[in-house]
């Protein structure tokens, strides 16, 4: 069965680094987003990814944070330059024309000291 | 805005017990679909059942089945016969058309199910 795959699954980094998350999405969807859930919260939407370019951003993905799709089957996340409240769980998913599907990956915990 | 609400910090069952949690949801869109999630202790995201505001009939999934009461606006989770498996944090979820599908999730409810 097709699935989302997450690159590494724990992160460790020092406040300011820049960081980069990998995500290798279900190779006919068409969607591509990132999620990200702090300890203990619930999980927020950061960015949305369709036809090689951003269809919607949330307020929280700002000027740091950047996603690229490299070589079509790549999808990353870039944090610039981490805060310590960058250290959350990143999920990546993605989804097909319709509603009804939208698949994570298992996840990448980053920790930011 | 669209909005999801779940009023279930915690909540305990009995193995092979069935449990309902609860989930209500607000939007003006005609179109959207609602999701359940099943979140483990090591963290992964699994789905678990999804229903459209089209569909006529409550999803079911094997021992998952959604209750859609679409005047009520609430989608609650049944989980049939409990399993010490199934202890974990659930979230629902809603998307709709003019989101780009993005999903809005509730503050999830933590089961936990006794032997």
């Known amino acids: 069965e097709p699935e989302v795959t997450q690159t590494p699954s724990h992160q460790v980094t020092q406040m300011g680094q820049e960081v980069i998350l990998r995500c290798v999405p279900i190779?006919?969807?068409?969607?591509f987003y990132w999620y990200r859930q702090i300890l203990g919260q619930k999980v927020e939407f950061l960015v949305s990814?369709?036809?090689?370019?951003?269809?919607?951003k949330s307020e929280i993905f700002d000027d740091q944070f950047s996603v690229e799709r490299p070589d079509g089957s790549n999808f990353t996340l870039k944090i610039r330059s981490t805060k310590l409240e960058d250290s959350a769980m990143y999920f990546c998913?993605?989804?097909?024309?319709?509603?009804?599907?939208?698949?994570f990956g298992p996840g990448t915990r980053l920790t930011v000291l | 805005a669209q909005k999801i609400t779940q009023t279930q910090p915690g909540m305990f069952v009995q193995e092979k017990e069935a449990v309902t949690l609860d989930c209500t949801y607000d939007?003006?869109?005609?179109?959207?679909?609602l999701f359940w999630y099943k979140q483990p202790s090591s963290g992964e995201m699994i789905f678990l059942i999804y229903?459209?505001?089209?569909?006529?009939q409550n999803a079911t999934e094997g021992r998952y089945s959604l209750n859609f009461q679409k005047a009520r606006k609430s989608a609650n989770l049944v989980i049939s016969a409990s399993q010490l498996g199934d202890s974990a944090m659930y979230f629902c979820?809603?998307?709709?058309?003019?989101?780009?599908?993005?999903?809005?999730f509730g503050k999830g409810t933590l089961l936990t199910v006794n032997p």
């Open positions: 990814f369709y036809n090689n370019e951003i269809s919607e």
């Open positions: 190779s006919n969807h068409l969607y």
């Open positions: 229903q459209g505001s089209y569909d006529q």
């Open positions: 939007t003006s869109d005609p179109s959207y679909g």
């Open positions: 979820a809603m998307s709709w058309g003019g989101s780009n599908y993005k999903l809005t």
């Open positions: 998913a993605s989804s097909g024309l319709g509603l009804n599907e939208q698949f």
